[in-house]
């Protein structure tokens, strides 16, 4: 089945850039969706379909997808972006739905 | 706004069957594609299987035929049944809402989850 891999953990400093990559075979050729989870509460859905934000969702996370990696960008880090990030995408010849291991962000 | 609530039991004995039911609010269960999402103590997340009001399902064949979901549209409510639990089952059980149409989705909405402990 479709593996997607994530380093465990990017640390960041406030106000810079975090860049949280998602990496499988052609990934490219898929949609990338992209959630939150703070401790103790469900996931949020901060970007679908590579690089389209649900309502709500701040401009400062945005999503890029190409070749074998796919990238959550958090602009201008603040306290509050501190928690777990997850990838996910659609494995089409199992119709499995697939997630990343997830990414700790700690802001410094 | 869409609202999911899982409820059943917290504890669960080892061979005996885990089952848990999703209860929607603000919208119809029929225009969507309903998920299982688990979460282990301190793991990832990873997805049990989809149901579609058509009687459509999908499980994940990592559990071996070990789990069922069903669907009742009287009450707007979907169900979870994993049967022969051991303790790897442990774990945060999500319900969530995917796309309206078959594929490609995301999981917008979700439960806030419903920890269930397999010990005997």
């Known amino acids: 089945s479709y593996v997607v891999t994530q380093p465990p953990s990017v640390s960041v400093a406030p106000g810079e850039t975090a860049r949280i990559p998602c990496g499988g075979s052609?990934?490219?050729?898929?949609?990338v969706h992209w959630y939150q989870q703070n401790p103790g509460q469900a996931p949020v859905l901060v970007i679908h379909?590579?690089?389209d934000r649900p309502s709500g969702i701040p401009e400062r996370f945005s999503g890029s997808n190409f070749g074998n990696t796919a990238t959550l960008t958090i602009s201008r880090v603040e306290a509050g972006d501190e928690a777990d990030y997850y990838c996910?995408?659609?494995?089409?010849?199992?119709?499995?739905?697939?997630f990343g291991s997830g990414t700790k962000v700690t802001v410094l | 706004q869409v609202q999911l609530q899982e409820s059943g039991p917290g504890l669960v004995k080892p061979s005996e069957t885990l089952s848990l039911t999703c209860n929607v609010s603000?919208?119809?269960?029929?225009?969507?594609?309903w998920s299982w999402i688990r979460q282990s103590p301190g793991g990832g997340l990873e997805w049990l299987g989809y149901?579609?009001?058509?009687?459509?399902?999908k499980y994940n064949a990592s559990l071996k035929s070990r789990v069922t979901l069903s669907l009742d549209t009287s009450k707007n409510q979907f169900s979870l049944k994993l049967k022969s639990v051991t303790a790897a089952d442990t774990a945060v059980y999500f319900c969530?809402?995917?796309?309206?149409?078959?594929?490609?989705?995301?999981?917008?909405?979700w439960g806030q989850g419903s920890l269930v402990s397999v010990s005997s």
């Open positions: 969530a809402r995917g796309g309206r149409r078959y594929g490609d989705y995301s999981f917008d909405f």
């Open positions: 603000g919208d119809s269960i029929i225009y969507y594609y």
């Open positions: 149901i579609h009001y058509s009687g459509s399902t």
């Open positions: 052609d990934i490219g050729s898929k949609s």
């Open positions: 379909y590579d690089n």
């Open positions: 996910q995408v659609w494995d089409t010849p199992t119709n499995h739905y697939v």
